[in-house]
């Protein structure tokens, strides 16, 4: 191992840096998130209960086609509003100006050995493992999140291509039961298998990372702890 | 700057890598054009070598230049072996939850 090789470790340690940045910046945007998130889940659980509670006082066939589709409209719009430009975005935005921080280490990383010296001798430690800690935290969030995120989005897919396209061909006109009762339930449910079954890969990666991050508290505590001794050299 | 300053004196480790390097890569060389290198003033730069002599880390002859001893050579591989053992094992994640660079 050479100071070359050095070099390049301090720049994954600075691309983990901004990772633990960001996931703390998504953590201090979770309790946004989480209202965003449980509004979409209540009016998602809502819009059948709307529609039954008019089913009931109001029935006629065509009335209730037409406010059926217009509030599966609204409900998409309103879904689609809040996913990408409420809560996608924010996660988005989440520490986009974390990198800004560690624009000198470029520099100083040009200087050798006294830069690399220069940038461990800068860190925090003790603030760098409270933000790990917190970071875990974050990352623990937008992996929920990601989850939550994608099993209503392919969940809202599969009810799309389920009850509005392949079963009307086979079936007309659908059972009002199947409809409001169980189409949601039985979307969100092969959502989320979809989900699981195609990010389940960065799913697992995620989980090790969280494992990876607890060892790695511990080698900045050596480091911290030997830097110090270097002072008595 | 008396020998008293000097032990009180509280060095960043930063500028003391900088000038045991330079002296390691370009050998001997004058105080001012060592100050020039390090880019620090030669007020603050004889403050430094006056604290590495006093560790014995450099040596400075009748004509005003500085090198380095064998115990600054010695400090110099110290630190190179530091930061490989301790820099170079370690391990990071380097993924976050949005990236899909590796998809």
Known sequence: MSIEDVKARIIEFRDFLINIDRANAIADALPDIAINLLTSIVLLLAVPIIYEVIFVTYYDTFTMTIIGVALSVLTTAYFIYVIVAKILRKIQRAGQDVTGRYAHWDRLLNEGLPGIIAILESINYDELIIKIHRGKLGYVVAVIVYIIISTLIAGFALFGLIFLVILPIFVFPIPTQLLTQYSIPISLTLGFALTMKLAWNRISESIRTLWMIDSITWELRWIEHDLKRLYRI | ?103
């Open chain 2, 1 to 103: 700057m008396t020998l008293k300053d000097s032990t009180e004196f509280k060095p960043d480790l930063y500028v003391i890598a900088r000038i045991i390097t330079i002296l390691h890569e370009q050998g001997p060389m004058n105080r001012t054009n060592l100050s020039t290198a390090i880019g620090l003033s030669y007020d603050r730069t004889v403050v430094y070598l006056t604290w590495m002599s006093d560790r014995g880390l450099i040596s400075i002859d009748s004509d005003g230049y500085v090198k380095l001893t064998r115990k600054g050579e010695e400090t110099y591989l110290t630190l190179v072996q530091w930061i490989i053992n301790y820099v170079g094992k370690l391990k990071f994640p380097r993924r976050s939850i949005g990236d899909r660079s590796k998809d």
